[in-house]
T-cell receptor, first 114, second 112 residues
Framework: DTGVSQDPRHKITKRGQNVTFRCDPI?????LYWYRQTLGQGPEFLTY????????KSRLLSDRFSAERPKGSFSTLEIQRTEQGDSAMYLC????????????FGQGTRLTVV | GESVGLHLPTLSVQEGDNSIINCAYS??????FIWYKQESGKGPQFIID?????DKRQGQRVTVLLNKTVKHLSLQIAATQPGDSAVYFC???????????FGTGTKLQVIP
């Protein structure tokens, strides 16, 4: 396994369009996280899955944002009716439940809304 | 609300010298404090963490110090190398399920 994989790496979309990003975590990791990062800032927590259960979604930025992890493996993050303010890097991370805080991040999907 | 912040946005260090990156936090209930390194175009990379009941932890060339009295966290990098050039984030984990709050980052520049 080569680590957390995100697709696409870059996405340019017109305002009002829907976009969907995919994350493939490290295969043995049961925890998966989505973060958003804007330029010069640290990643901002959005949501968290343990296996297929979404245990925390209160930080999703609006009802336009949704995430799924249907089989407890890969996850998707969808943004509906994109706005220019949604332009950011969307990061996925995974970890194994246990006594460590170490999470492994993907390289992110950079979204540009024009 | 809770926040994690950094004292300096940019730190320039001569190659071979030691680096110290500082961070202030406000949430006393955090279980862990974590340092991440982020190189340009990449996702953050875990460096080291420290549990809230500890005051020091050492890794390979790195040491993290936690001072709960003044709510201060620091990352010391020994013999800084060009490959250490990156943005460093301190973060806190208070969610039990590893919900991590990141600060805004310090950029470390290593001068050859």
């Amino acid at each position: 396994d080569t680590g957390v994989s995100q697709d696409p790496r870059h996405k340019i979309t017109k305002r009002g369009q829907n976009v969907t990003f995919r994350c493939d975590p490290i295969s043995e990791h049961n925890r998966l996280y989505w973060y958003r990062q804007t330029l010069g800032q640290g990643p901002e927590f959005l949501t968290y899955f343990q296996n297929e259960a979404q245990l925390e979604k209160s930080r999703l930025l609006s009802d336009r944002f949704s995430a799924e992890r249907p089989k407890g493996s890969f996850s998707t993050l969808e943004i509906q009716r994109t706005e220019q303010g949604d332009s950011a890097m969307y990061l996925c991370a995974s970890s194994q439940q246990g006594a460590t805080t170490e999470a492994f991040f993907g390289q992110g999907t950079r979204l540009t809304v024009v | 609300g809770e926040s994690v912040g950094l004292h300096l946005p940019t730190l320039s260090v001569q190659e071979g010298d030691n680096s110290i990156i500082n961070c202030a936090y406000s949430n006393s209930a955090s279980d862990y404090f974590i340092w991440y390194k982020q190189e340009s175009g990449k996702g953050p990379q875990f460096i080291i963490d420290i549990r809230s009941n500890m005051d020091k932890r050492q890794g390979q060339r790195v040491t993290v110090l936690l001072n709960k009295t003044v709510k201060h966290l620091s990352l010391q990098i020994a013999a800084t190398q060009p490959g250490d050039s990156a943005v460093y984030f301190c973060a806190e984990d208070s969610g039990g399920y590893q919900k991590v709050t990141f600060g805004t980052g310090t950029k470390l520049q290593v001068i050859p």
